[in-house]
């Protein structure tokens, strides 16, 4: 309580002592204002200066990253649509290699049709020859007068028998012809036929061809964009880095997936072969991380034998070997991931033989025993069923490689676009922190100066005053202002 | 416990494999040892151990030890330890040493006859002695017995014993004649043992008389 007390210049009178101290803080204050503005001011200014000089430096690194950025999209992006155009190039020559190259055979057929339908059009045109002349004569004897001549009717009588005879032959000679012509058209139809079909595959063909040709358009166009680096392209590159980040994060959860059914499935046998009872750390067995080496070996051996095929591209100096290495490297890593996956079905195997020993004994401890399971073929189903899997697991496994350049590629876009925001977002706080101690350090002007308000006011006082006379120089109230500039 | 151990196992599979060995695997096991008090007054109830080293079989891993005693008038003996055990590495291997130890403690506990003393201590003690030659990481005593111990007069075990770090599970302690007439009987003998147990420096003292609930043998208090 005494040292509490120990400021008042009266004890009994803290109102006076509580005033006295306040003028002498005033008349204190209002002594050291210039020095103390000075000192506010160049505190702020130390403060705010290296702020907005460090949101500088980060507004220009941020920028500095997004070129970057840009320049691997736009790398990566040459380099995809690149090699798109130069597979839909392969796809094309392969159409015309295939199909084109046996354009003459298939002209020359088409011609030899065209030509044999021609043939067989002009023979259905030919016509019977038109009947001999005797019509006349038929009508010149019609008109001669028998007279009731027995002899004139037997030559008439004999006349129409030999005409009917003629004309019986005549019809019959014009039905043999018009079959004869049916018979041409109706031999004409399958090459109608073949015909058709034949132009059909023509159109087909052209079809695919175009449709090669507008892709291969399209991918032209895109990679035009990306050599002549238009913020459309990056704004494309950069979506479908997105989408591309979302797709192979779904696929390498449920690679995980994948992965964590292998491992319960060769955890457990693997103890039988290292040890149940070693352990790495505290709670982590040996058993299950050479469980999780196995499974991550096969992993690798996929991702080679990915690389060898030139499926993905994570190491050049794979795709970058001579056949021959390239070859002998796939059937060495398909060789190594047969070995893992026929490991992996005989581990397999004995879990499932290590459950049942253990369940036997378990029953066995048992005070009521439980009832067996079922002998039989049902029986084998889960043991069969667990060599399936861990024998297709590893290959499954190998596809992993795909996703997962996907998601280095993408990785690198994504992370580099956030990395990028988050500087610019480190430099606008920094920046605002500058504005705001800059701004602080002006309202502690003004509380310092209100805090001697009164000894400002009456100097202001005493300066109006000596303005009334013209010899007495006043100092000016904002002195200070003049040697300190703001910032 | 698999899902458990795969993500870790994935992050330090790369750090930790090259190291492998460096953490002693002995700390990690379990290492268990059963006293069945076989005096006068609880020789009918030893068969009631039964279930329970059943379900220690079915629960204890590889590595992990397991040995079985009798509380006869003087324990302190390793004659006294009926069957012992430390599971092997390989899980096959275990099983079928848990089958033989199933077995012959069925022989004991089927031949076992009353002593005429009690002498819970000295079992403590030869369980400590062995638990702590385990080198096993986690050390429980079980006992079976009312926990009445009951000395003859040339038998010393009035000094303080060292159950260092050893949990200590007193199961199926039967009420006696006395202990019905007057319950502070029996509640102030388990007292007494907590307090004795507790103060050789025994990680836990626990009673546990409801047999159904064996998991509860291992669970933290």
């Given at each position: 309580?005494?040292?509490?007390?120990?400021?008042?210049?009266?004890?009994?009178?803290?109102?006076?002592?509580?005033?006295?101290?306040?003028?002498?803080?005033?008349?204190?204050?209002?002594?050291?204002?210039?020095?103390m503005?000075?000192?506010?001011?160049s505190?702020g200014h130390?403060?705010?200066?290296?702020?907005?000089?460090?949101?500088r430096?980060?507004?220009?690194?941020?920028?500095?990253?997004k070129?970057?950025?840009?320049?691997?999209l736009?790398?990566?992006?040459?380099?995809?649509?690149?090699?798109?155009?130069?597979?839909?190039?392969?796809?094309i020559?392969?159409?015309?290699?295939?199909d084109?190259?046996?354009?003459?055979n298939?002209?020359?057929?088409?011609?030899?049709?065209?030509?044999?339908?021609e043939?067989?059009?002009?023979?259905?045109?030919?016509?019977?020859?038109?009947?001999?002349?005797?019509?006349?004569?038929?009508?010149?004897?019609?008109?001669?007068?028998?007279?009731?001549?027995e002899v004139?009717?037997?030559?008439?009588?004999?006349?129409?028998?030999s005409?009917?005879?003629?004309?019986?032959?005549?019809v019959?000679?014009?039905?043999?012809?018009?079959?004869?012509?049916?018979?041409?058209?109706?031999?004409?139809?399958?090459?109608?036929?073949s015909?058709?079909?034949?132009?059909?595959?023509?159109?087909?063909?052209?079809?695919?061809?175009?449709?090669?040709?507008?892709?291969?358009?399209?991918?032209?166009?895109?990679?035009?964009?990306?050599?002549?680096?238009?913020?459309?392209?990056?704004?494309?590159?950069?979506?479908?880095?997105?989408?591309?980040?979302?797709?192979?994060?779904?696929?390498?959860?449920?690679?995980?997936?994948?992965?964590?059914?292998?491992?319960?499935?060769?955890?457990?046998?693997?103890?039988?072969?290292?040890?149940?009872g070693?352990?790495l750390?505290?709670s982590?067995?040996?058993?299950?991380?050479?469980?999780?080496?196995i499974?991550?070996?096969?992993?690798?051996m996929?991702?080679?034998?990915?690389?060898?095929?030139?499926?993905?591209?994570?190491?050049?100096?794979?795709?970058?070997?001579?056949?021959?290495?390239?070859?002998r490297?796939?059937?060495?890593?398909?060789?190594?991931?047969?070995?893992?996956?026929?490991?992996?079905?005989?581990?397999?195997?004995?879990?499932d033989?290590?459950?049942?020993?253990?369940?036997?004994?378990?029953?066995?401890?048992?005070?009521?025993p439980?009832?067996?399971?079922?002998?039989?073929?049902?029986a084998?189903?889960p043991?069969?069923?667990?060599?399936?899997?861990?024998?297709?697991?590893?290959?499954?496994?190998?596809?992993?490689?795909?996703?997962?350049?996907?998601?280095?590629?993408?990785?690198?876009?994504?992370?580099?676009?956030?990395?990028?925001?988050?500087?610019?977002?480190?430099?606008?706080a920094?920046?605002?922190?500058?504005?705001?101690v800059?701004?602080?350090?002006?309202?502690?002007?003004?509380?310092y100066?209100?805090?001697?308000?009164?000894?400002?006011?009456?100097?202001?006082?005493?300066?109006?005053?000596?303005?009334?006379?013209?010899?007495?120089?006043?100092r000016?109230?904002?002195?200070?202002?003049?040697?300190?500039?703001?910032? | 416990?698999?899902n458990?151990?795969f993500?870790?196992?994935m992050?330090?599979?790369?750090?930790?494999?090259?190291?492998a060995?460096?953490?002693?695997?002995?700390?990690?096991?379990?290492?268990?040892?059963?006293?069945?008090d076989?005096?006068?007054?609880?020789?009918?109830?030893?068969?009631?151990?039964?279930?329970?080293?059943?379900?220690?079989?079915?629960?204890?891993?590889?590595?992990?030890?397991?040995?079985?005693?009798?509380?006869?008038?003087?324990?302190?003996?390793?004659?006294?330890?009926v069957?012992?055990?430390?599971?092997?590495?390989?899980p096959?291997?275990?099983?079928?040493q848990k089958?033989a130890?199933?077995?012959?403690?069925?022989?004991?506990?089927?031949?076992?006859?009353?002593?005429?003393?009690?002498?819970i201590?000295g079992?403590?003690?030869?369980?400590?002695?062995?638990?702590?030659?385990?080198?096993?990481?986690?050390k429980?005593?079980?006992?079976?017995?009312?926990?009445?111990?009951?000395l003859?007069k040339?038998?010393?075990?009035?000094?303080?014993?060292?159950?260092?770090?050893?949990?200590?599970v007193?199961?199926?302690?039967t009420?006696?004649?006395?202990?019905?007439?007057?319950?502070?009987?029996?509640?102030?003998?388990?007292?007494?043992w907590r307090?004795r147990v507790?103060?050789?420096?025994?990680?836990?003292?626990?009673v546990?008389?409801?047999?159904?609930?064996?998991?509860t043998?291992?669970?933290k208090?």
């Open positions: 309580m005494t040292d509490l007390n120990s400021w008042m210049i009266w004890p009994d009178n803290t109102v006076l002592s509580v005033l006295v101290v306040l003028l002498v803080a005033m008349i204190v204050l209002y002594a050291a204002r210039v020095p503005h000075g000192l506010i001011r505190t130390a403060l705010a200066g290296p702020l907005r000089l460090g949101a430096w980060l507004v220009a690194v941020a920028e500095d990253m070129r970057r950025n840009r320049a691997v736009l790398a990566q992006g040459r380099r995809e649509t690149g090699q798109r155009v130069e597979r839909e190039f392969e796809r020559s392969t159409l015309v290699t295939r084109l190259q046996g354009y003459p298939l002209q020359r057929k088409l011609l030899e049709q065209i030509t044999h339908v043939e067989d059009f002009q023979k259905c045109g030919e016509v019977m020859p038109p009947p001999p002349d005797w019509v006349e004569a038929v009508a010149a004897v019609a008109q001669i007068k028998t007279g009731g001549g004139v009717q037997k030559i008439l009588v004999e006349i129409r028998d005409i009917e005879r003629i004309h019986d032959k005549a019959a000679e014009y039905r043999r012809a018009y079959q004869t012509r049916h018979g041409i058209l109706e031999g004409f139809l399958p090459y109608w036929r015909l058709d079909k034949t132009i059909r595959q023509v159109d087909q063909k052209m079809a695919d061809m175009q449709d090669r040709a507008a892709a291969v358009d399209v991918h032209m166009e895109k990679y035009q964009q990306i050599l002549a680096g238009t913020d459309e392209a990056q704004a494309t590159l950069t979506n479908s880095s997105f989408t591309q980040f979302t797709i192979s994060i779904i696929v390498l959860w449920i690679a995980l997936g994948g992965a964590l059914i292998n491992f319960k499935l060769i955890a457990l046998p693997m103890s039988e072969m290292v040890g149940a070693d352990y750390t505290a982590l067995r040996t058993a299950d991380v050479a469980a999780l080496v499974i991550l070996l096969e992993a690798s996929g991702l080679f034998l990915m690389e060898s095929l030139r499926v993905t591209h994570l190491f050049p100096r794979i795709s970058n070997l001579n056949d021959h290495t390239r070859r490297m796939i059937w060495i890593s398909l060789a190594l991931l047969v070995t893992l996956a026929g490991i992996e079905a005989a581990l397999a195997l004995m879990r033989i290590l459950i049942a020993d253990k369940q036997a004994l378990l029953q066995s401890l048992a005070s009521t439980a009832a067996l399971p079922g002998e039989g073929w049902i084998r189903i043991t069969v069923g667990q060599m399936i899997l861990g024998f297709i697991l590893p290959f499954a496994l190998a596809f992993v490689a795909i996703p997962l350049e996907s998601f280095i590629h993408s990785a690198r876009t994504l992370f580099g676009v956030l990395a990028v925001d988050f500087v610019y977002a480190v430099g606008m920094l920046r605002l922190l500058g504005s705001l800059r701004l602080a350090s002006r309202a502690l002007l003004h509380l100066d209100l805090l001697i308000v009164l000894p400002l006011m009456a100097e202001q006082m005493v300066k109006s005053l000596r303005n009334r006379e013209p010899r007495v120089k006043a000016p109230l904002e002195t200070t202002d003049k040697y300190v500039s703001p910032f | 416990m698999i458990r151990a993500l870790p196992a992050l330090i599979a790369g750090l930790v494999v090259p190291a060995g460096c953490v002693d695997s002995r700390s990690q096991a379990h290492a268990v040892y059963v006293l069945v076989t005096s006068g007054t609880y020789v009918s109830e030893a068969g009631k151990a039964r279930p329970v080293i059943n379900y220690l079989l079915g629960t204890l891993q590889s590595g992990d030890s397991l040995a079985i005693a009798r509380v006869k008038s003087r324990s302190f003996s390793e004659k006294d330890i069957a012992r055990v430390t599971f092997d590495s390989r096959s291997q275990a099983n079928a089958r130890f199933r077995d012959q403690v069925g022989s004991f506990l089927q031949m076992v006859h009353g002593s005429a003393y009690t002498d201590t079992g403590l003690i030869q369980g400590a002695e062995f638990l702590n030659e385990t080198g096993a990481g986690k429980t005593i079980l006992i079976f017995s009312d926990m009445e111990e009951d003859d040339v038998t010393v075990r009035e000094f303080p014993i060292s159950l260092k770090n050893i949990r200590v007193a199961v199926n302690v009420k006696l004649n006395a202990d019905n007439i007057d319950p502070r009987r029996y509640l102030g003998r388990l007292e007494v307090k507790l103060a050789a420096g025994a990680f836990e003292w626990k546990i008389n409801d047999l159904e609930r064996l998991d043998i291992f669970a208090s």
